[in-house]
Protein backbone atom coordinates (compact mmCIF):
# COMPACT_ATOMS: atom_id res chain seq x y z
CA UNK A 1 0.00 0.00 0.00
CA UNK A 2 2.71 2.59 0.73
CA UNK A 3 3.90 2.51 -3.20
CA UNK A 4 -0.26 3.65 -3.89
CA UNK A 5 -0.13 6.15 -0.88
CA UNK A 6 2.92 7.66 -2.35
CA UNK A 7 1.61 8.08 -5.53
CA UNK A 8 -1.54 9.55 -4.60
CA UNK A 9 0.42 11.77 -1.73
CA UNK A 10 2.24 13.01 -5.40
CA UNK A 11 -0.57 13.68 -7.57
CA UNK A 12 -2.06 15.98 -4.69
CA UNK A 13 0.98 17.91 -5.05
CA UNK A 14 1.30 18.09 -8.50
CA UNK A 15 -2.52 19.62 -8.24
CA UNK A 16 -1.43 21.92 -5.56
CA UNK A 17 1.37 23.18 -7.61
CA UNK A 18 -0.50 23.76 -10.47
CA UNK A 19 -2.98 25.84 -8.63
CA UNK A 20 -0.68 27.58 -7.23
CA UNK A 21 1.13 28.59 -10.21
CA UNK A 22 -2.12 29.20 -11.78
CA UNK A 23 -3.30 32.07 -9.00
CA UNK A 24 -0.10 33.53 -9.51
CA UNK A 25 0.22 33.89 -12.65
CA UNK A 26 -3.87 35.44 -12.62
CA UNK A 27 -2.66 37.67 -9.58
CA UNK A 28 -0.16 38.80 -12.04
CA UNK A 29 -2.19 39.30 -15.16
CA UNK A 30 -4.73 41.35 -12.77
CA UNK A 31 -2.27 43.25 -11.27
CA UNK A 32 -0.32 44.16 -14.98
CA UNK A 33 -4.23 45.10 -15.77
CA UNK A 34 -4.80 47.54 -12.72
CA UNK A 35 -1.38 49.02 -13.84
CA UNK A 36 -2.70 49.88 -17.15
CA UNK A 37 -6.00 51.33 -16.04
CA UNK A 38 -4.35 53.25 -13.44
CA UNK A 39 -2.37 54.89 -16.25
CA UNK A 40 -4.76 55.46 -18.80
CA UNK A 41 -6.86 57.32 -15.98
CA UNK A 42 -3.37 59.61 -15.10
CA UNK A 43 -2.81 60.21 -18.70
CA UNK A 44 -6.47 60.42 -20.10
CA UNK A 45 -6.56 63.61 -17.49
CA UNK A 46 -3.30 64.95 -18.07
CA UNK A 47 -4.02 65.00 -22.08
CA UNK A 48 -7.57 66.35 -21.75
CA UNK A 49 -5.86 69.35 -19.53
CA UNK A 50 -3.57 69.86 -22.67
CA UNK A 51 -6.62 70.13 -24.78
CA UNK A 52 -5.24 66.77 -26.74
CA UNK A 53 -9.14 65.75 -26.41
CA UNK A 54 -8.41 63.18 -29.13
CA UNK A 55 -5.80 61.61 -27.30
CA UNK A 56 -7.18 62.06 -23.84
CA UNK A 57 -10.52 60.06 -25.01
CA UNK A 58 -8.58 57.20 -26.21
CA UNK A 59 -6.72 56.84 -23.35
CA UNK A 60 -10.08 57.16 -21.29
CA UNK A 61 -11.86 54.75 -23.35
CA UNK A 62 -9.37 51.89 -22.83
CA UNK A 63 -9.25 52.95 -18.20
CA UNK A 64 -13.84 52.67 -18.89
CA UNK A 65 -13.25 49.33 -19.77
CA UNK A 66 -14.84 46.40 -17.43
CA UNK A 67 -12.02 45.03 -16.77
CA UNK A 68 -10.47 47.94 -14.65
CA UNK A 69 -11.35 48.78 -10.95
CA UNK A 70 -14.78 49.85 -10.30
CA UNK A 71 -14.27 53.47 -8.95
CA UNK A 72 -11.51 53.49 -12.00
CA UNK A 73 -14.29 52.69 -14.83
CA UNK A 74 -17.00 54.63 -13.33
CA UNK A 75 -14.60 58.14 -13.38
CA UNK A 76 -13.18 57.31 -16.88
CA UNK A 77 -16.63 56.23 -18.22
CA UNK A 78 -17.98 59.76 -17.11
CA UNK A 79 -15.08 61.90 -18.34
CA UNK A 80 -15.24 59.42 -22.21
CA UNK A 81 -19.28 60.92 -21.84
CA UNK A 82 -18.05 64.30 -20.76
CA UNK A 83 -15.54 64.54 -24.37
CA UNK A 84 -17.86 63.20 -26.78
CA UNK A 85 -19.59 66.71 -26.12
CA UNK A 86 -16.37 68.55 -26.06
CA UNK A 87 -14.88 67.28 -28.81
CA UNK A 88 -14.91 69.98 -31.59
CA UNK A 89 -15.15 68.38 -35.17
CA UNK A 90 -15.54 70.34 -38.92
CA UNK A 91 -17.59 70.13 -42.56
CA UNK A 92 -16.22 70.32 -44.90
CA UNK A 93 -17.61 72.13 -48.33
CA UNK A 94 -15.99 72.92 -51.85
CA UNK A 95 -18.29 74.61 -54.30
CA UNK A 96 -16.91 75.54 -57.84
CA UNK A 97 -17.08 79.03 -58.78
CA UNK A 98 -20.99 78.63 -59.82
CA UNK A 99 -21.57 77.86 -56.75
CA UNK A 100 -22.25 73.90 -57.24
CA UNK A 101 -20.99 71.43 -54.63
CA UNK A 102 -18.06 69.63 -55.58
CA UNK A 103 -16.93 65.93 -53.65
CA UNK A 104 -14.68 64.60 -56.11
CA UNK A 105 -12.10 66.32 -53.93
CA UNK A 106 -9.46 65.09 -50.44
CA UNK A 107 -9.18 66.88 -47.28
CA UNK A 108 -5.84 66.99 -45.28
CA UNK A 109 -6.11 69.21 -42.20
CA UNK A 110 -2.91 70.08 -40.98
CA UNK A 111 -1.44 67.94 -43.10
CA UNK A 112 -2.69 64.73 -42.60
CA UNK A 113 -5.22 63.61 -45.03
CA UNK A 114 -8.50 62.89 -43.56
CA UNK A 115 -10.13 60.45 -46.24
CA UNK A 116 -10.74 60.39 -49.90
CA UNK A 117 -13.62 62.85 -51.26
CA UNK A 118 -16.20 64.76 -49.44
CA UNK A 119 -18.31 63.51 -47.82
CA UNK A 120 -20.37 65.68 -45.42
CA UNK A 121 -19.57 64.06 -42.67
CA UNK A 122 -17.85 65.45 -39.76
CA UNK A 123 -14.20 65.22 -39.19
CA UNK A 124 -13.25 65.45 -35.54
CA UNK A 125 -10.80 67.11 -34.02
CA UNK A 126 -8.73 69.38 -31.35
CA UNK A 127 -9.61 72.66 -30.55
CA UNK A 128 -7.36 75.09 -31.22
CA UNK A 129 -5.77 76.73 -34.83
CA UNK A 130 -5.88 74.14 -37.84
CA UNK A 131 -5.07 74.70 -41.55
CA UNK A 132 -7.50 73.07 -43.90
CA UNK A 133 -7.03 72.41 -47.26
CA UNK A 134 -9.10 70.88 -50.00
CA UNK A 135 -7.18 69.18 -53.15
CA UNK A 136 -9.52 68.75 -56.63
CA UNK A 137 -8.72 68.38 -60.18
CA UNK A 138 -9.74 72.16 -60.67
CA UNK A 139 -7.36 73.41 -58.12
CA UNK A 140 -6.62 74.03 -54.51
CA UNK A 141 -8.11 76.18 -51.44
CA UNK A 142 -7.20 76.28 -47.78
CA UNK A 143 -8.64 77.75 -44.64
CA UNK A 144 -7.45 78.62 -40.93
CA UNK A 145 -9.76 78.11 -38.37
CA UNK A 146 -9.77 78.23 -34.75
CA UNK A 147 -11.77 75.84 -32.79
CA UNK A 148 -13.37 76.48 -29.35
CA UNK A 149 -14.10 73.00 -26.97
CA UNK A 150 -17.40 72.07 -27.17
CA UNK A 151 -17.91 73.12 -31.27
CA UNK A 152 -19.17 70.70 -33.19
CA UNK A 153 -20.18 70.37 -36.73
CA UNK A 154 -18.84 73.61 -38.10
CA UNK A 155 -19.01 74.20 -41.68
CA UNK A 156 -16.00 74.84 -43.35
CA UNK A 157 -16.80 76.46 -47.16
CA UNK A 158 -14.13 76.83 -49.60
CA UNK A 159 -14.73 78.17 -52.94
CA UNK A 160 -12.61 77.53 -56.02
CA UNK A 161 -11.07 80.38 -57.66
CA UNK A 162 -12.64 81.99 -60.50
CA UNK A 163 -11.24 80.70 -63.63
CA UNK A 164 -12.71 83.40 -66.18
CA UNK A 165 -9.83 85.64 -64.57
CA UNK A 166 -6.92 82.72 -65.64
CA UNK A 167 -8.61 82.63 -68.89
CA UNK A 168 -8.63 85.87 -69.90
CA UNK A 169 -4.93 86.17 -68.81
CA UNK A 170 -3.67 83.10 -70.95
CA UNK A 171 -5.74 84.42 -74.09
CA UNK A 172 -3.64 87.69 -73.41
CA UNK A 173 -0.70 85.55 -73.26
CA UNK A 174 -1.34 83.86 -76.89
CA UNK A 175 -2.08 87.22 -78.46
CA UNK A 176 1.03 88.90 -76.97
CA UNK A 177 2.31 85.52 -77.94
CA UNK A 178 1.81 86.52 -81.45
CA UNK A 179 2.67 89.68 -81.53
CA UNK A 180 6.19 88.52 -80.22
CA UNK A 181 6.75 85.90 -82.78
CA UNK A 182 5.57 88.32 -85.38
CA UNK A 183 7.76 91.20 -84.23
CA UNK A 184 10.84 88.35 -84.81
CA UNK A 185 9.82 87.63 -87.82
CA UNK A 186 10.02 91.29 -89.40
CA UNK A 187 13.08 91.90 -87.01
CA UNK A 188 14.90 89.14 -88.93
CA UNK A 189 13.71 89.70 -92.31
CA UNK A 190 14.48 93.33 -92.05
CA UNK A 191 18.18 92.79 -90.51
CA UNK A 192 18.93 90.69 -93.26
CA UNK A 193 18.12 92.75 -95.84
CA UNK A 194 19.75 95.56 -94.52
CA UNK A 195 22.55 93.42 -94.40
CA UNK A 196 22.78 92.67 -97.56
CA UNK A 197 22.07 95.95 -99.42
CA UNK A 198 24.66 97.88 -96.24
CA UNK A 199 27.21 95.02 -97.94
CA UNK A 200 25.71 96.03 -101.51
CA UNK A 201 26.88 99.68 -100.72
CA UNK A 202 30.33 98.39 -100.16
CA UNK A 203 30.82 98.44 -103.90
CA UNK A 204 29.66 102.34 -104.40
CA UNK A 205 31.87 103.46 -101.21
CA UNK A 206 32.18 106.23 -101.10
CA UNK A 207 30.29 107.41 -104.18
CA UNK A 208 27.03 105.69 -102.98
CA UNK A 209 23.71 108.07 -103.18
CA UNK A 210 22.09 109.00 -100.13
CA UNK A 211 18.97 107.37 -101.09
CA UNK A 212 20.78 103.95 -100.87
CA UNK A 213 22.18 104.89 -97.67
CA UNK A 214 18.88 105.75 -96.34
CA UNK A 215 16.83 102.87 -97.70
CA UNK A 216 20.01 100.78 -95.68
CA UNK A 217 19.56 102.52 -92.54
CA UNK A 218 15.93 102.93 -92.29
CA UNK A 219 15.73 99.07 -92.51
CA UNK A 220 18.19 98.70 -89.86
CA UNK A 221 15.45 100.70 -87.57
CA UNK A 222 12.82 99.10 -88.83
CA UNK A 223 14.69 95.60 -87.69
CA UNK A 224 15.81 97.25 -84.28
CA UNK A 225 12.12 98.23 -83.70
CA UNK A 226 10.71 94.72 -84.51
CA UNK A 227 12.96 93.40 -82.51
CA UNK A 228 12.03 95.62 -78.96
CA UNK A 229 8.26 94.74 -80.00
CA UNK A 230 8.94 90.96 -80.69
CA UNK A 231 11.31 90.79 -77.20
CA UNK A 232 8.51 92.74 -75.64
CA UNK A 233 5.78 90.33 -76.94
CA UNK A 234 7.48 86.97 -76.31
CA UNK A 235 8.36 88.48 -72.34
CA UNK A 236 4.68 89.32 -72.05
CA UNK A 237 3.32 86.14 -72.86
CA UNK A 238 5.61 84.10 -70.81
CA UNK A 239 4.93 86.32 -67.55
CA UNK A 240 1.18 86.61 -68.59
CA UNK A 241 1.14 82.39 -68.95
CA UNK A 242 2.78 82.24 -65.30
CA UNK A 243 0.79 84.41 -63.88
CA UNK A 244 -2.03 82.86 -65.06
CA UNK A 245 -0.99 79.43 -63.55
CA UNK A 246 -3.32 78.31 -60.23
CA UNK A 247 -0.71 78.49 -57.69
CA UNK A 248 -0.54 76.08 -54.99
CA UNK A 249 -3.15 75.90 -52.20
CA UNK A 250 -4.96 78.40 -54.09
CA UNK A 251 -2.53 81.50 -53.45
CA UNK A 252 -2.00 83.92 -56.14
CA UNK A 253 0.84 82.80 -58.79
CA UNK A 254 3.26 84.84 -58.21
CA UNK A 255 5.12 83.99 -61.66
CA UNK A 256 9.18 84.54 -62.13
CA UNK A 257 11.52 87.64 -62.96
CA UNK A 258 11.87 88.75 -66.79
CA UNK A 259 15.37 90.68 -67.52
CA UNK A 260 16.00 92.47 -71.22
CA UNK A 261 18.94 93.33 -72.15
CA UNK A 262 18.55 94.70 -75.60
CA UNK A 263 21.99 94.83 -78.24
CA UNK A 264 21.33 97.15 -80.71
CA UNK A 265 23.54 98.72 -83.27
CA UNK A 266 23.87 100.39 -86.97
CA UNK A 267 24.95 96.93 -88.44
CA UNK A 268 23.30 94.14 -85.83
CA UNK A 269 20.87 93.95 -83.45
CA UNK A 270 20.08 91.47 -80.71
CA UNK A 271 18.74 90.95 -76.99
CA UNK A 272 19.73 88.79 -74.41
CA UNK A 273 17.38 87.55 -72.53
CA UNK A 274 16.89 86.52 -68.87
CA UNK A 275 14.60 85.08 -66.41
CA UNK A 276 13.53 83.17 -63.19
CA UNK A 277 10.66 80.96 -62.76
Not at 77 to 87: D, F, M, P, Q
Not at 99 to 128: K, Q, Y
Not at 237 to 262: E, F, I, K, N, Q
Request: charged content about 20%; some cysteine.
Amino acid sequence: MRPATTLLTSIIACVACTALAGGLAGGIARADDAAVCLDAHTRGQRLRKQSKLLEARAALLRCAAGTCPGMVTTDCATWVTELAREVPSVVVALRDDAGREVADARVRIDGRLTGGRIDGRPIELDPGAHQVVVESAAGTVEQSVVLATGQQNRVVSLTLPDDSARGALRTAAWISGGVGLAGLASFAAFAISGQVSYDDLEACRPGCSQDDEDSVATRFVVADVSLGVGIAGVAGAVVLWLVSRPAPHGRPATGGTVDLAPQLGPRHAGAALRGSF
